[in-house]
C-alpha cells in the first residue's frame, strides 16, 4: 500500500467528545428534559418571579416594574394571616392575576362597603356587616380607590390564591422583604 491509498485510522472511544457520540447525546438531551422538569416542579410549587402591574397595590408595589419573589409555598391559603400581601386568580377576568392583602380569614367579620355608595353614604348607610365563610378570604388593594377587590366581587376562594408575596426583588433601589405590619387587637374581655 502506497502512503496516498491509506485510510485515516479512527479516533480511540475515549478520544471521542461525548457530546458526538450516541451514549452522550441522549444522555445530554435526558439532563436538558431533567433540567426543564425540575425548572417546572420549582415555579409551581415552590416559587417564582413574577412582575406586578396595575395602581392597586400601592404604595406597597408599583404601578409598572417591580418584581416580587411569590412563595408557592403557601399555595390555596396554606399558612396564610390577615396582612399577607397574595397572589391571586383575579375571579372577575379569568386568565389574569393580581396581587392584593389579606384583610380577613374564615370565621371573621368584615364590614363590606360597596364601592359605588361609599362616597355618597352617610354615616356608614351604603356598609353590611358579613362574616367570611369557611374557605374564603377578604382580600384589598392598599390603594382602596383603584382596587378590584372583595368589595366587588365577595370573599375570596382560598383555592384561587396562588402564592404569598415574600420580597420585591427589582429594581435593585427598591429590593426588601414584605412585611406584615398587621398587629393583633389585643381584647380587653
Known amino acids: 500500500m502506497t502512503p496516498s491509498n491509506r485510510r485515516p485510522l479512527p479516533l480511540p472511544a475515549e478520544r471521542v467528545p461525548p457530546i ?8 445530554a438531551i435526558f439532563n436538558v428534559i431533567k433540567g426543564i422538569f425540575l425548572a417546572h416542579l420549582f415555579t409551581e410549587y415552590i416559587g417564582e418571579v413574577k412582575q406586578t402591574q396595575g395602581p392597586s ?10 418584581r416580587v419573589y411569590v412563595s408557592k409555598l403557601y399555595r390555596r391559603g396554606k399558612g396564610i394571616r390577615v396582612g399577607d400581601v397574595i397572589t391571586l386568580k383575579h375571579p372577575m377576568f379569568p386568565g389574569t392575576g393580581a396581587s392584593k392583602r389579606v384583610l380577613g380569614m374564615p370565621g371573621d367579620f368584615i364590614v363590606r362597603e360597596d364601592p359605588a355608595t361609599v362616597a355618597s353614604s352617610i354615616n356608614g348607610m351604603g356598609s353590611q356587616m358579613i362574616q367570611i365563610p369557611e374557605g374564603h378570604c377578604w382580600v384589598a388593594g392598599d390603594n382602596v380607590s383603584a382596587s378590584r377587590d372583595s368589595r366587588e366581587y365577595g370573599p375570596l376562594p382560598l383555592a384561587l390564591i396562588k402564592g404569598k408575596v415574600i420580597a420585591r426583588v427589582w429594581p435593585p433601589k427598591d429590593i426588601k422583604w414584605m412585611e406584615n405590619t ?3 387587637v389585643e381584647s380587653n374581655t
Open 20 to 27: 458526538f457520540s450516541r451514549r452522550g447525546s441522549s444522555k
Open 57 to 66: 397595590m400601592l404604595p406597597t408595589l408599583s404601578v409598572y416594574g417591580d
Open 182 to 184: 398587621f398587629q393583633p
